[in-house]
Structure formats: structure tokens, C-alpha cells
């Protein structure tokens, strides 16, 4: 079966720098989510989208930004890059018009392992 | 706002025998599904198992089944046979029920170490 895809699979950025994080959910899953996962720690929620509209805020901090395209892939873009956002960054993806149980699983990409130096 | 907690920061189980790991949650809502998630080495997040909140019969999942109590707000996850690829950080999540695009809520987690 098809997962959530993620790329890139690993960067590398040094501090002041931007970088774009890609999410492609699973085909027919209409919401995205993105999650932070800093060493030894649990995920946070940043945010998500529906429908290419974001439908919920979390922790994200203002240099970051996210979108959904019409082909609803989200991609995440985030500027002045601080050493504290090195971390796991996930995406989820759920399918919402499935009704019942379905529309709150959430299934997670590999992730993107970001280290800033 | 909701919060979950695992108080098992670790824990080990021999291979072959059966381990529990505890999740309790704090929420108003009556409405809300359950779930939890293994998070092996490789970091890769896998849904393990989930129960909706209004169902008394719990959760299974072959090996893999949960204790649900909604009074006591707690929702534990048994592990039978324990095998060397269980070996991974376990993560409790909530969920309100709502529209649907509401995000999870995570425990700390904790970490199982299967033994051979």
C-alpha cells in the first residue's frame, strides 16, 4: 500500500538559513499534518490542512510557514533557521470524507531528520 | 486541554513473555478515540493500534491489545509473546472527536527493550 512520502530524507542547513520541507500524503487523503519531534521527545503538532486550507495551528513558530497544493501536497518552509529547530519533522496524512474511525487515523511519512550547525 | 501521560519512561520484557505499558488521559469530552503508536529505531512512526472511545470491547490486534477502562481514563497496551522487533518507543495518543482535522495529543512514551 501506499504511505505518506517525504523528501528530503535528511538535510543539513547552517543557522540563518531557509530550507522547504515536502510532504506527499497517501493518494486520497484529503488532510495533512505536520509534527516536530526534537531528540528524546515526543511530537509536537505545528499544523495542518484541509482541503489546501490550514485548519489548525500548533506550536509553529513564526519563521516557519506551510501550504497545500492542489494536488494536496504540503510543504513546509522555514527561515532564519536556529540550532533548537534541529529535529524530526513529520507529516501525517488522514482521509477526512471517510467518515467513522477512518477520518482520525493518522498514518506518518519516514520523516525529515533536519540538523542545523 | 487534553494531556496524556505514560509514567513508564522504560521498561524491558524477555522474548516470548508478556509486557503492559500504561497510558492514562485527562479530557472533558465524552467523544474521542485512542491510540497507540511504535516508534522503532529506524524512528519511523507505526500505528499499533486505536479504539474508539464509545466502544467497550477493547481493542486486538494479534499480539497486540488494550485495556480500555473510560472511567478511569485509562487506556494500557498489552504485548503477548514479546519478540525483538517490539523493541521501540511506545507513544500514547488522543484524539477528540470533532471535524477531523484535529491533531493528536502524545504521551512521553515509553521505552520497551524486548530481551533475548
Known amino acids: 500500500a501506499a504511505g505518506v512520502i517525504q523528501s528530503p530524507r535528511h538535510l543539513i542547513k547552517e543557522k540563518r538559513e531557509t530550507a522547504t520541507l515536502k510532504c506527499y500524503p497517501i493518494?486520497?487523503?484529503?488532510?495533512v499534518y505536520w509534527y516536530q519531534q526534537g531528540p528524546g521527545q515526543d511530537p509536537q503538532f505545528l499544523i495542518s490542512?484541509?482541503?489546501?486550507?490550514?485548519?489548525d495551528k500548533g506550536s509553529i513558530p513564526d519563521r516557519f510557514s506551510a501550504q497545500q497544493f492542489s494536488d494536496y501536497h504540503s510543504e513546509l518552509n522555514m527561515s532564519s533557521l536556529e540550532l533548537g529547530d534541529s529535529a524530526l519533522y513529520f507529516c501525517?496524512?488522514?482521509?477526512?470524507?471517510?467518515?467513522?474511525?477512518?477520518?482520525?487515523?493518522?498514518?506518518f511519512g519516514p520523516g525529515t531528520r533536519l540538523t542545523v550547525t | 486541554a487534553q494531556t496524556v501521560t505514560q509514567s513508564q519512561p522504560e521498561m524491558s520484557v524477555q522474548e516470548a513473555e508478556t509486557v503492559t505499558l500504561s497510558c492514562t488521559y485527562d479530557?472533558?469530552?465524552?467523544?474521542?478515540?485512542l491510540f497507540w503508536y511504535k516508534q522503532p529505531p529506524s524512528r519511523q512512526m507505526i500505528l499499533v493500534i486505536r479504539?474508539?472511545?464509545?466502544?467497550?470491547q477493547n481493542a486486538t490486534e494479534n499480539r497486540f491489545s488494550v485495556n480500555f477502562q473510560k472511567a478511569a481514563k485509562s487506556f494500557s497496551l498489552k504485548i503477548s509473546d514479546s519478540q525483538l522487533g517490539d523493541t521501540a518507543m511506545y507513544f500514547c495518543?488522543?484524539?477528540?472527536?470533532?471535524?477531523?482535522?484535529?491533531?493528536?495529543?502524545f504521551g512521553k512514551g515509553t521505552r520497551l527493550s524486548v530481551i533475548a
Open positions: 501525517a496524512s488522514s482521509q477526512r470524507l471517510a467518515g467513522g474511525l477512518t477520518l482520525y487515523e493518522q498514518y
Open positions: 493518494p486520497r487523503h484529503d488532510t
Open positions: 490542512f484541509y482541503e489546501k486550507m490550514q485548519s
Open positions: 479530557t472533558s469530552e465524552n467523544n474521542y478515540y
Open positions: 479504539q474508539e472511545a464509545y466502544k467497550q
Open positions: 495518543a488522543f484524539i477528540q472527536e470533532n471535524s477531523g482535522n484535529t491533531p493528536l495529543v
